[in-house]
């Protein structure tokens, strides 16, 4: 079946430092990618998401690009903020005409000023 | 427009009760999920309703779980007895097309304590 893995961290990083959560998948097909976030006290959010090969998703300055050959989804920001503070989950929702959203672990981030 | 509203935010009940949590979609929405997340892991599919009917209820853990969408509108999603392993947030979401390109719109969650 379709799974996804990511980085799990927790991870607690400087203000302005480069930010790289890992994310690779398996699935069948071509599956619809996607990062979620969640801020504290609060419900999830799409952050981004990229529907086919080489699409780039972006948002609040992060990226992510789909890539078929390394089946990965790669969540990148530049320079972090304090307000990045959240926990991250990357997932996927397969080709079918109603397939589920799965996610990975997620991965909870602490940006300190 | 309004996002997915979910009731109570924060439960806390003892094993063996009863417990009904209620999801409101964004209007219009003819597809529900619900998912949860028990503490550190994976956020886990439990079902997706399509208007009133159950399009896949694969995740549903055991028969102690019973969700319903009575008239397509909201759903509720009634735990009863509850187990400690039952503890968890409980997510619902909401889309207008079930198919791959469509996002989910997720709510706040319910955050359920079983002691």
């Known amino acids: 079946g379709n799974s996804v893995t990511q980085m799990e961290g927790p991870v607690t990083l400087s203000e302005e430092a480069f930010l790289t959560i890992n994310c690779t998948y398996t699935a069948t097909g071509y599956p619809s990618l996607f990062w979620y976030v969640q801020y504290p006290g609060e419900g999830l959010q799409l952050l981004l998401k990229a529907t086919k090969a080489d699409d780039k998703g972006s948002n609040k300055g992060f990226e992510a690009t789909y890539r078929k050959e390394t089946t990965s989804f790669h969540l990148e920001k530049g320079s972090v903020q304090v307000s990045d503070s959240a926990v991250y989950f990357c997932a996927l929702r397969g080709e079918g005409g109603s397939e589920k959203l799965v996610f990975g672990k997620g991965m909870k981030l602490t940006v300190n000023p | 427009e309004a996002g997915v509203t979910q009731f109570p935010s924060h439960s806390v009940i003892e094993k063996g009760q009863t417990v009904t949590l209620r999801c409101d979609p964004i209007?219009?929405?003819?597809?529900l999920y619900w998912y949860r997340r028990v503490m550190g892991k994976e956020i886990k599919f439990l079902l997706h309703?399509?208007?009133?009917?159950?399009?896949?209820e694969s995740g549903m853990p055991n028969n102690r779980f019973l969700a319903e969408r009575t008239g397509g509108t909201y759903s509720t999603l009634k735990v009863q007895p509850a187990e400690l392993e039952d503890s968890g947030v409980y997510f619902c979401?909401?889309?207008?097309?079930?198919?791959?390109?469509?996002?989910?719109?997720f709510g706040n969650g319910t955050r359920l304590t079983v002691t």
């Open positions: 209007s219009g929405h003819d597809n």
């Open positions: 309703f399509v208007k009133e009917s159950k399009q896949d």
């Open positions: 979401a909401s889309s207008q097309n079930p198919n791959r390109f469509s996002p989910l719109h």
